[in-house]
Each structure stands twice: as C-alpha cells, then as structure tokens.
Nanobody, 118 residues
Framework: QVQLVESGGGLVQPGGSLRLSCAAS????????MGWYRQAAGKQRELVAR???????NYANSVKGRFTISRDNAKNTVYLQMNSLKPEDTAVYYC????????????WGKGTLVTVSS
C-alpha cells in the first residue's frame, strides 16, 4: 500500500508561481513513476507531468517551458514547480504513483486545488 500526501496548492495571480509537493509513504518500489495530473471543472483528468525514477520526464504540451517536475528519491517525494501560471491552469492537481510491476496499481493523492485568478 502507498499513501500520497500533497501540499502547496492555493490562490495565485496570473503570471505567478506555486510549488506543489507530494510525499509517498508505504511500500515504495525503487523503480517507479510519480507525477501530477489535474482536473479542471467540467473536464477530464489529464497528465501534467510525470517523472520516472530513472529520470525520464514527460510534460503536457500546455505546460512545457512553464512547469518543472523533480524528484527526491531518497525522500520519495515529487515536486511540481509551476511558473507563469495562467487561468487555464486552474484545477485540482493530483499526485500519482505507480511501481514498475506489469499489473501494478495506480495510487492517487486526494488532490490540492490550484486557482489562478486576478
């Protein structure tokens, strides 16, 4: 079992920055992927960024150049630095974890709300 605890959400003006953190605990495999998804009102959940334990990253096109994902594997923590925030970034952001097993279960945090508004 894995538990994910997010922090860092809040209200920010357009052009501002926020940093999200997600700490994983429990039965953590050393080889895994962690990342961030978001779900805006009335829309489907979408991948924002993910990072494999080996260092490979993927970003949604909409956030490339503005968001940066990073990991501290020793702390089982993933971060999302969000810069140049836009109103369309407003969403609930969910931390994600999956280990390397073929049929591994997806784990999700409870979500943290990011609101970008003047």
């Amino acid at each position: 079992q894995v538990q994910l605890v997010e922090s860092g959400g809040g209200l920010v003006q357009p052009g501002g920055s926020l940093r999200l953190s997600c700490a994983a605990s429990g039965s953590i495999f050393s080889i895994n992927v962690m990342g961030w998804y978001r779900q805006a009102a009335g829309k489907q959940r979408e991948l924002v960024a993910r990072m494999f334990s080996g260092g490979t990253t993927n970003y949604a096109n909409s956030v490339k150049g503005r968001f940066t994902i990073s990991r501290d594997n020793a702390k089982n923590t993933v971060y999302l630095q969000m810069n140049s925030l836009k109103p369309e970034d407003t969403a609930v952001y969910y931390c994600y974890y999956k280990n390397s097993e073929r049929n591994a279960m997806d784990y999700w945090g409870k979500g943290t709300l990011v609101t970008v508004s003047s």
